[in-house]
């Protein structure tokens, strides 16, 4: 590995804005970087995916990706500031380094005899409402004939993520008449009666075991501050642990909605987003390599942990998946969003070292 390299390229793919859907720019830059390196001539699907092939012999291939966007706006300042072992800035390590790590890969594993194929992969849509759109075009794309899905995040080395968290996203909308503040005060107001309903469902008490969570996420609606709201409406996020978890807590939300309908106002919800859940089982050679390359690696805390992440849409079908960091870092999905940079050789090392791992 070429530490400074890795480095550079890291800051370039940061520098491009790419929230979810806008992720072209970016794409287009990886797309010439890997052609760049005179082997094989990258594809890209229609949905914008980048798809890198290095050719191995008869083992079924190991499918590496990293997903292209990140949560900021497109006009978000993306500043960075660099010491001696440190690197700050929105997106840096969420996704921007395994984005940069891909081409490290396609440097390193190019003089490589590979016992089978290895696809470097640049996927859209993982963040927000993307849904997971381009890792389900990949899993469609490679299907069930795979050794492993191995999914790249800047950040938590030491950390494989083996269980993918079930995740629901709903907008909850009302509908009524509006008016002026004090002429038509006895009106019902949008605003408000969907207040009331978050009051109610932040009231939901939520298990501890399985976890589950319950989040709004984003509120919008009303015209002005004298006016009665005529329509408004927020995101709600609902997560578990298990599927049956998260269909009890479904319910019960369906149940308050149901119970604020009324004649004079209108309450409406629509799914806007769902991520399946799944999970590889403890005993699962991939978990046991991913562990072994960890320790080869030198890393001594390692954590077995449950996610949101593209690992959902392999593990949700039975298909060998795990979401492994590739160095420490902190303030994921916030402008102070940082990496440690002497952890990145360990997570380089560990990575290499379960590719060779899982092929055997």
């Known amino acids: 590995m070429n530490l400074e390299r890795l480095i550079e390229r890291t800051i370039a793919i940061q520098s491009i804005p790419a929230p979810t859907f806008s992720e072209g720019a970016r794409a287009a830059w990886i797309h010439k970087e890997f052609c760049k390196l005179d082997l094989t001539p990258p594809e890209q699907d229609p949905i914008g995916n980048i798809y890198f092939h290095l050719p191995g012999g008869e083992k079924p291939p190991i499918i590496i990706t990293a997903h292209l966007d990140t949560v900021f706006p497109m006009e978000t300042s993306l500043d960075v500031q660099r010491t001696s072992d440190m690197i700050r800035g929105p997106g840096i390590g969420d996704n921007s380094l395994s984005l940069g790590m891909l081409l490290e890969l396609a440097d390193e594993l190019s003089g490589i005899d590979l016992p089978g194929d290895v696809w470097l992969v640049a996927n859209v849509g993982e963040e927000g409402l993307g849904n997971l759109i381009g890792m389900r075009q990949v899993v469609s794309k490679f299907g069930d004939q795979v050794t492993a899905y191995i999914i790249l995040e800047g950040m938590s080395l030491g950390h494989i993520y083996h269980k993918g ?167 994921a999905h916030s402008m102070d969003e940082y990496i440690e940079i002497p952890p990145i050789a360990r997570g380089y090392q560990s990575l290499i070292h379960l590719i060779h791992l899982a092929f055997q």
């Not at 969907?194 to 709004?216: D, G, H, M, W």
Request: charged share 20%.
């Open 165 to 331: 968290l079930s995740v629901r996203r709903f907008r909850v909308s009302a509908e009524g008449p509006g008016g002026h503040s004090w002429i038509h005060n006895a009106r019902p107001s949008a605003i408000h009666t969907l207040i009331r309903i978050s009051e109610a469902l932040l009231n939901i008490e939520l298990p501890t075991f399985p976890k589950s969570t319950l989040n709004i996420g984003l509120f919008h609606g009303g015209t002005t501050i004298n006016s009665i709201a005529s329509q408004a409406h927020f995101d709600l996020d609902l997560r578990s642990e298990t599927e049956q978890a998260l269909d009890t807590l479904t319910c019960r939300v369906t149940d308050i909605l149901t119970s604020y309908e009324r004649k004079e106002i209108r309450v409406k919800t629509q799914g806007i987003g769902e991520r399946p859940g799944g999970e590889l089982p403890i005993d699962h050679p991939l978990l046991g390599a991913a562990k072994q390359a960890l320790e080869m690696a030198g890393e001594t805390n390692i954590l077995l942990e449950v996610g949101s992440t593209d690992a959902n849409v392999p593990l949700s079908i039975g298909l060998p998946a795990i979401c492994i960091g590739l160095t420490h870092g902190g303030g």
